[in-house]
């Protein structure tokens, strides 16, 4: 058993649920919930299919404990799990970069838009179906107005949902992506070490 | 009811709504969660009330759009095509729909309730993700108070403020991370200490209660709900 990676997976997973409630404090509209899975992807360090596999673990988890307060949220944990692929494939292999390299630097924030457009794109697309065959095509807030504005404009039902998460959802993952990196930034390296980060042995701990 | 049974009724259930058929599925759905509602004696109503509240909110948005705004029916209505209809029927048809899901979820949480410990822990997984459940669910109480804790402490420095502001879109980034770097802490001291003495996943694994199998009452609403299912099946089949 791998008390550091179990202990990981639950500090993400709960991370996405409290964020909730701080988007809530902070009156913001705005729902950034799945800051903790990006950051377990970009935590570990040793193996890119244990990070894979945790991060989706973290989305899965949070989407079914928010499960029990949102009935809709779950419907959604293949968002999570698309989200988790792909920071693990293209932003694993920069964690290191990204929390080395100077802010002030262009190319840091090249990097984070970059990796939150690219995971925008796939979370809109495979959102877009959920959206449609569950909601008809509207789940509230802004991208009601969203929907409504593609669907006016003569596009389909499934066009202007993806057209709509795809306005959407980069923005929104963009500031996820920029999240997790200033917390992976944060984060003690005593506390990255155990995950294969530079400077360790390159495995998980037991 | 014991916690798989109930994650097996609510699978079951909510399977017979999305099956694509236009048959009296919905309305048998409606009567086995009105039923499973009613099970519930006066807690029912406040299940009720809370998917009600929950779906309203689309419902009014869902108006909006093809009501209001596009002035027709959506060419998707819950898993199925649908021929030219007034947009007044699809809406209500997908809010119908959606608020069954709310009371089937929130009856079966509500159920559940009733089990100590939490139900969540009882189900048949995997040692390890009944593990992570458990240090989820402690972690996020433990978090969530510090969150609050922190959002206190920056209210006061006058770094963030009570009310919607722009302060609070450039610095609301600190709570975040306060937030992360004190549960991390607490993690990172714990691991090396406290959780090594206890022998943490093995404790917590003894501490969880044994998934058991299924009850009489477990078997009579499962097999409604595949009753259910059974109809939709068919009903797409004809």
């Not at chain 1, 202007?160 to 999240?179: F, H, I, N, R």
């Not at chain 2, 021929?83 to 007044?88: I, L, T």
């Not at chain 2, 608020?99 to 159920?111: D, M, Q, R, Y």
């Not at chain 2, 410990?117 to 992570?132: D, K, S, T, W």
Request: hydrophobic share 55%.
């Amino acid at each position: 058993m791998r008390t550091n990676l179990v202990i990981l997976v639950a500090l993400c997973a709960a991370l996405n649920l409290v964020v909730g409630t701080i988007v809530y404090l902070f009156k913001l509209p705005v729902y950034l919930d799945m800051i903790g899975t990006i950051l377990c992807a970009l935590t570990i360090q040793s193996s890119r299919r244990i990070a894979f596999i945790a991060s989706a673990a973290a989305a899965l988890i949070s989407f079914f404990l928010a499960g029990l307060v949102n009935p809709y949220l779950p419907w959604f944990s293949g968002t999570g799990v698309a989200v988790a692929a792909v920071i693990t494939v293209v932003g694993n292999p920069q964690a290191a970069r990204l929390r080395e390299e100077s802010m002030r630097k262009p190319g840091f924030w090249v990097r984070i838009a970059g990796l939150g457009i690219l995971t925008g794109l796939v979370a809109a697309v495979v959102s877009a179906p959920v959206v449609v065959y569950l909601f008809g095509g509207v789940t509230g807030s802004g991208s009601a107005a969203l929907v409504a504005f593609f669907l006016k404009t003569g596009h389909e039902l499934m066009r202007s949902a993806l057209l709509s998460g795809l306005t959407a959802e980069p923005v929104d993952k963009t500031a996820q992506v920029l999240l997790a990196v200033l917390l992976l930034r944060s984060t003690p390296t005593s506390f990255l070490a155990r995950f294969g980060a530079e400077g360790s042995p390159g495995r998980i701990a037991a | 009811m014991s916690s798989n049974g109930l994650v097996l009724f609510l699978v079951i259930a909510v399977a017979s709504l999305f099956v694509p058929s236009r048959s009296v599925v919905p309305i048998l759905v409606l009567a086995l969660g009105s039923a499973f509602t009613l099970a519930l004696g006066r807690r029912g109503v406040v299940v009720a009330r809370r998917a009600l509240l929950s779906v309203a909110p689309l419902a009014i948005f869902l108006t909006l759009v093809w009501v209001v705004i596009v002035g027709r029916a959506p060419e998707v209505v819950f898993f199925r095509s649908t021929r030219p209809a007034s947009p007044w029927l699809s809406v209500a048809a997908i809010t119908s729909r959606l608020f069954l899901l709310a009371l089937l979820t929130f009856g079966v949480i509500e159920a559940g309730s009733r089990i100590r410990p939490p139900f969540v822990f009882g189900l048949a997984l995997p040692r390890e993700a009944r593990i992570v459940l458990l240090a989820t669910t402690s972690l996020v109480g433990a978090m969530r108070l510090g969150a609050e804790r922190a959002h206190t402490a920056l209210v006061s420095a006058n770094i963030l403020t009570g009310r919607r502001s722009w302060r609070n879109l450039a610095h609301g980034w600190l709570l975040v991370r306060t937030t992360w770097v004190a549960a991390v802490g607490i993690a990172v001291e714990r691991l090396d200490t406290k959780w090594k003495c206890e022998d943490l996943p093995n404790a917590a694994a003894a501490a969880l209660p044994p998934a058991r199998g299924l009850n009489a009452r477990d078997v009579i609403w499962t097999s409604l709900a595949g009753l259910c299912l059974c109809g939709a099946v068919a009903a797409l089949l004809r």
